[in-house]
């Protein structure tokens, strides 16, 4: 939708962590942007739309080493100004002359650069400017036509340029918060240095969106499984926003949902927005299905294969269908493709569609494939979705059957609801519920001994986990001040008669999951 449209960036992909976060850096500024193998080729790279740059991402290789990645060498000759980033800088410098070498000093962490020469790219930048550095190999002579405006005393090539063919590297990693001032430099690259136009928002998203929606559709039928979750909510409202009565959504309630999240789902999408909704209330059938159930692995395939079999069933109630809405985001295509051997992307059976059966033969809709998660939240805020959904945490597939460490019973998860409805609101009482990537609580198989109202108890423990990430693939424990875990605590034990001790769980990511199972 926005690829021929809007002026672009492309960060070529080197294999690092960050690679998604330069590019969401770039769209920060208005600019979209999009990742591509470290070795596209410049009819790939063109082919994105009009490019206006490029920027080489770090990476875990070493340059010197055989085999380490390379661009396609042709990428030199485009004419598009070019932004090396770590790996991205060495490999820059060696395939145009240079050379980069292995030192016995490395340099991990925080660092202060000195600017020493004027540059377009350090415009309006502090001459000692913070930054963050992550770096086994350096530049240790420049290539022909290059010359030097920042270093450390480590690092004497830390900046380099070739203001003739705008070409610019830098030793440090912008795109991080660390690097105080990165985020104005990657401006000056995208803003001044390559002239792109600040056009990406998601109110022209939503326009192009919905004419792309309607020209693919035409007259026929979409299908929407519908989660209650971010993205399927946003997918379904911008896509009933196109085509109307023409989507049909699944609401499938297994459940395992959240404290009133059944209702809820009801009167915003059935009411407010007026869509056709087809609800599938089958708990009893769940919960039957996991009866006896304790290892989590079992537990999920059960209630992922039952999810796809209610959902494939009402389906068939809704008429003639001609394309499968998912909540598809850029993040998904970008790993699917990732020439790393990373993760493969598939799409997740926790919104409702995972897993359909390949004779149902109907199309996908993607209308968000190419947004990032912030992306898609902002989207949500324009088209008018509240604010208590567009930032909710992460909330896995299978629902509180994952928390009900165990065996799930209605018993244990009513319990789980009340005790998760209360961490949730003590922390949005708190104001603190922005600043967590995901909270959570589980109820744990186990039974302590208690004393409550003077009387002896051996009732169940649950426990309490909030965790602060950028991505999910690695998380911190929140650091929950004692007050609000006072509250939490008193709450529950008050308020949810099968409880009476409450954990507060201080594990990272890694050694431990986000989620219990």
Not at 313 to 332: F, N, V
Not at 357 to 385: I, N, Q, S, T, Y
Not at 459 to 465: G, H, I, K, M, S
Request: with cysteine; aromatic share 8%; charged share 25%.
């Amino acid at each position: 939708m926005a690829d021929n449209r809007h002026e672009c960036i492309v960060v070529l992909d080197f294999g690092a962590q960050y690679s998604q976060l330069i590019a969401r850096r770039v769209r920060e500024l208005g600019v979209y942007s999009q990742i591509l193998p470290f070795n596209a080729t410049p009819e790939e790279i063109l082919a994105t739309g009009p490019v206006k740059g490029i920027i080489f991402s770090g990476g875990p290789a070493s340059v010197p080493q055989e085999g380490s990645p390379r661009p396609d060498y042709r990428v030199f000759s485009m004419g598009l100004p070019i932004f090396g980033i770590c790996y991205g800088l060495q490999v820059m410098s060696q395939m145009l002359g240079g050379q980069v070498e292995c030192p016995e000093h490395k340099e991990y962490g925080i660092a202060n650069i000195d600017i020493i020469a004027k540059s377009p790219l350090f415009e309006g930048v502090s001459r000692n400017s913070q930054v963050w550095m992550s770096h086994g190999d350096r530049v240790a002579m420049m290539p022909e036509g290059f010359t030097v405006t920042a270093q450390t005393p480590s690092c004497p090539y830390t900046a380099i340029e070739d203001r003739k063919r705008d070409f610019y590297g830098v030793q440090f990693h912008p795109e991080v918060v660390h690097s105080l001032e990165g985020q104005k430099m990657l401006g000056n690259f995208v803003l001044n240095i390559c002239h792109a136009k600040a056009d990406w928002n998601m109110g022209s998203f939503i326009d192009e969106a919905v004419e792309a929606i309607r020209a693919e559709v035409g007259d026929r039928n979409v299908l929407c499984g519908l989660s209650g979750g971010v993205d399927s909510s946003v997918a379904a409202v911008l896509i009933h926003k196109a085509i109307g009565d023409q989507l049909v959504c699944v609401f499938v309630n297994n459940g395992m949902l959240r404290k009133g999240e059944a209702e809820s789902v009801l009167e915003l999408f059935g009411k407010n927005f007026n869509m056709r909704l087809q609800y599938a209330d089958a708990e009893e059938a769940f919960l039957s299905a996991l009866k006896g159930k304790t290892d989590p692995e079992d537990k999920r395939k059960t209630i992922g294969k039952l999810f796809v079999d209610t959902f494939y069933s009402e389906a068939r109630k809704c008429g003639d269908i001609s394309y499968l809405a998912q909540g598809t985001l850029y993040p998904d295509i970008v790993e699917s493709r990732s020439p790393f051997g990373g993760p493969t992307s598939t799409i997740k059976s926790h919104h409702n569609v995972g897993g359909l059966p390949e004779d149902l033969k109907w199309k996908l809709l993607e209308p968000l494939k190419d947004l990032f998660k912030d992306e898609v939240r902002a989207l949500g805020r324009e088209l008018g979705l509240p604010e208590e959904l567009v930032d909710r945490h992460p909330f896995p597939g299978p629902g509180l059957g994952v928390r009900c460490i165990g065996e799930v019973t209605k018993e244990r998860l009513d319990s789980l609801r009340e005790i998760d409805a209360i961490f949730i609101d003590e922390i949005r009482k708190a104001g603190l519920y922005g600043h967590i990537w995901q909270a959570l609580a589980d109820l744990l198989p186990v039974k302590s001994v208690g004393v409550q109202g003077d009387e002896r108890t051996y009732r169940e423990v649950c426990t309490l986990r909030a965790v602060t990430s950028a991505d999910a693939m690695t998380a911190d424990w929140y650091r929950m001040p004692y007050d609000v875990m006072q509250k939490c605590a008193s709450r529950i034990c008050n308020e949810v008669g099968a409880v009476n001790r409450v954990l507060y769980d201080i594990t990272s990511k890694p050694p431990a999951t986000i989620e219990w199972e």
